[in-house]
């Protein structure tokens, strides 16, 4: 009997975080992983755990506001692992600011990050899972992009066009063969999360910790989110053939 075809992800946003744990619990499934970044040092060094668990593995330096470099990664990839079955729209921004002091460029950076580029490398790769009649896109949203949250309104807007993306293309490729769904989560244990921290604790003069309780809290849950959890609900995406078009909130209630 045939080994099954491994197949092959692209996760961007791969180095830390949510993305890295998205990565490794998709290399566990036995899929061969891309992973894309900024930060050259945070890939290679995902990539080496991910070969350590017997998948092929590949690092890209990848900015995804930049619609050329976004070509030339997908273009690595395909030529490096092959076809890309599997797209993980994980990369991201999340900058506050009172709506007064969001300046343009703000504004603007988050929709080129938040959206834009899960737009631009979902249409570079869905003609041809659409071909295949197989494929998987998954887009890192947040309960920002179901519901308003103050001082925010870059972000909020970005994932709210995510979600709209998301529910738009799925409704489009409905019963070809390619699902694209989108995870919610709350406040999570990341990067993300110590930074906004840190900005709050020097404009507030509370302490960095009181600042993260004070986000924990405002989960339904009242805990942060384990990027481990939505590791486990992407990798679950990919062997569901049925779920389309959902957004699947992670906010602290799930046990």
């Known amino acids: 009997m045939n080994a099954p075809v491994a197949r092959i992800a692209l996760v961007t946003g791969g180095g830390r975080g949510i993305g890295r744990e998205i990565a490794l619990a ?44 976004i070509t ?9 692992l092959g076809a890309i079955d599997v797209l993980v729209n994980n990369a991201g921004i999340a900058e506050s600011a009172p709506i007064a002091k969001t300046e343009p460029a703000l504004w603007d950076r988050h929709l080129r990050v938040n959206a834009t580029g899960p737009y631009l490398l979902t249409r570079a790769v869905l003609p041809a ?3 295949r009649r197989w494929g998987r896109v998954i887009n890192i949203a947040s309960l920002a992009g179901l519901h308003g949250a103050a001082y925010v309104s870059a972000y909020t807007a ?39 921290a840190r900005n709050i604790a020097a404009r507030t003069g509370t302490s960095v910790e009181e600042a993260v309780a004070a986000m924990a809290r ?6 942060l989110i384990d ?9 679950k995406l990919v062997h569901d053939d049925t779920t389309n078009g959902e957004t699947i909130v992670l906010d602290g209630t799930q046990s």
Do not use: Y
Request: with cysteine.
């Open 158 to 196: 970005s994932k709210h066009a995510l979600v709209g993306l998301t529910r738009a293309l799925a409704a489009e490729i409905s019963g070809k063969g390619v699902t694209v769904n989108a995870i919610c989560p709350g406040f999570a244990a990341t990067d993300l999360v110590w930074n906004s």
């Open 26 to 69: 998709l290399a566990r499934e036995g899929c061969h992983v891309a992973v894309g970044a900024r930060s050259s040092d945070q890939v290679e060094a995902t990539a080496d755990a991910l070969r350590g668990l017997g998948v092929q593995a590949m690092a890209l330096v990848l900015d995804v506001s930049d619609a050329d470099a």
């Open 227 to 235: 990027p481990a959890e939505i590791a486990a609900v992407a990798a």
């Open 218 to 223: 405002m989960n339904p849950g009242g805990r």
């Open 129 to 131: 899972m659409l071909e």
């Open 72 to 80: 030339r990664a997908i273009d690595d990839v395909r030529a490096t």
